[in-house]
Each structure stands twice: as structure tokens, then as C-alpha cells.
């Protein structure tokens, strides 16, 4: 069952068109990659799904309904979260903070909150230690994880993930790597925008290839994995 699908998205910057009739599906419970070089437009498609740019036309279908017509800020209570490219976690906040502006639209719901912020902790716990330490004061793994764990604070049926490895070391790639796939074994549906191919690659279950704002190229994560085109663009093997 489709969770997620968009259909002919154009979506542009000052007039400029970067997405040029995108089509793209998630079946629910699925983890679904997107791969491209830096502009291809990658994050301008997950920024187009969470309202954080003019879609010029277009489908973006989220349980059936339309999200165009949603401003920004009525995205998060529908279902979906974003974790940005470059974490953007708010530095002069605690970490404990910064989970709970993830769960803002939950606020009446205080004890769920706080048994969802529980659950993050178990997930990453490294946060649980440093919960009243500054976030700005933490090293890019671990605010890495704050933005996911600020995100999962929503209790989203779709996760957004843009270029979530970005900047880190190898080792806390591995980290991430079994993260994401712990997060969806728990049920949540993911899409996530990564130019570490490799890493998208392997924790994914299908993926698309976006080139110049098209989708040239789509399927299984194996096969995709495999395809000489792939890995000879992406891979340099």
C-alpha cells in the first residue's frame, strides 16, 4: 500500500526549476533511498514534501491526501518528519530540549512525550548521558543524533532523512547505519536522500537515482548495488 506518492513534482527557487516532474512512491513500512550526485536535487525533494518550498505543480499524495494546499508547519501532525541536511540542532539548548520542540504538536500529551524521549534514550545512549548538555557543545555524531531524535519525537509514519552522514567519520557511519535500520524495524517508514551511496544502498530496500531534477533510474537496492552504472558513477569500482 502506497504511503507516500508523488506525481509530475516540479518544484523550483526563484523561479528556477530544480525538480522537473519527479514520480516517485513509498509503500508503508518500506526504507526507500534517493541517490545523486550534489545537484541533482535531492534535498530540494524532500524540502518540496515538507513545505519548505514553492511546488510549482504537481502531486504530493501522503495517505491519499494532498500536502500541497499544507503550510509547513501542519506537515509534522500529519505524520512526517524531517532530519535536515546539516542537523541545524539549536545549539543554546540542551539536548533534552531540543528533543521536546521534535514533539511540540504532541504537547498535550506530556506522559507520551516523555515515554517517547525514553525510547530515544534507549535508542541513543549517549543523549541519555549528556541530556542537560548543550547541544552546540556536542561533537557532530551526537548532534547527528539529537536531529534524528528530535525528528522521531513526532512519532512519524514517514521519516525524512537528507544526507544524514554527512561530515562524519567513518565509525559513527557505522553507527548511523545500524541506527536506521533499528528505527525501522520499530515500524517507521523511511526515505532517505543520501550521496553516500554505499551506506544508502545498504540499509535501503529500493531505491531511485535523481539526475538533474529527473528520476533516470529506479529499483531494488541489491540491484541497484550491483548495476555497473552505479557503481562505476557512485562507487568509483
Do not use: W
Amino acid at each position: 500500500m502506497s504511503l507516500l506518492d508523488i506525481r509530475n513534482l516540479r518544484a523550483a527557487y526563484d523561479g528556477a526549476e530544480v525538480l522537473h516532474g519527479v514520480n516517485l512512491r513509498v509503500d508503508a513500512g518500506a526504507f526507500v533511498a534517493v541517490i545523486g550526485a550534489n545537484t541533482a536535487g535531492k534535498s530540494t525533494l524532500l524540502r518540496a514534501i515538507s513545505g519548505l518550498l514553492p511546488r510549482t505543480s504537481g502531486e504530493i499524495l501522503f495517505q491519499g491526501d494532498n500536502l500541497l494546499a499544507l503550510q509547513a508547519h501542519q506537515i509534522p501532525s500529519r505524520g512526517i518528519s524531517h532530519v535536515p541536511e546539516g542537523r541545524h540542532v539549536f545549539p543554546t539548548m540542551s539536548v533534552e530540549e531540543n528533543l521536546m520542540l521534535g514533539g511540540y504538536h504532541r504537547r498535550a500529551h506530556m506522559q507520551e512525550l516523555r515515554s517517547t524521549m525514553d525510547s530515544i534514550f534507549v535508542q541513543f545512549p549517549r543523549l541519555a548521558e549528556r541530556r542537560r548538555q548543550l547541544a552546540g557543545t556536542l561533537s557532530g555524531g551526537e548532534q547527528q543524533m539529537v536531529a534524528i531524535g528530535r525528528a522521531l519525537m513526532g512519532k512519524p509514519s514517514l521519516l525524512l532523512l537528507d544526507e544524514p552522514s554527512h561530515g562524519l567519520a567513518p565509525k559513527i557511519v557505522q553507527e548511523l547505519h545500524d541506527a536506521l535500520v533499528a528505527i525501522h524495524q520499530t515500524g517507521v517508514t523511511m526515505l532517505l536522500v543520501e550521496q553516500n551511496t554505499k551506506l544508502a544502498l545498504s540499509v535501503a530496500q529500493h531505491a531511485f537515482v535523481l539526475q538533474s531534477g529527473d528520476v533516470v533510474l529506479e529499483g531494488s537496492a541489491q540491484t541497484l548495488l550491483n548495476d555497473s552504472r552505479i557503481r562505476e558513477a557512485y562507487l568509483g569500482i
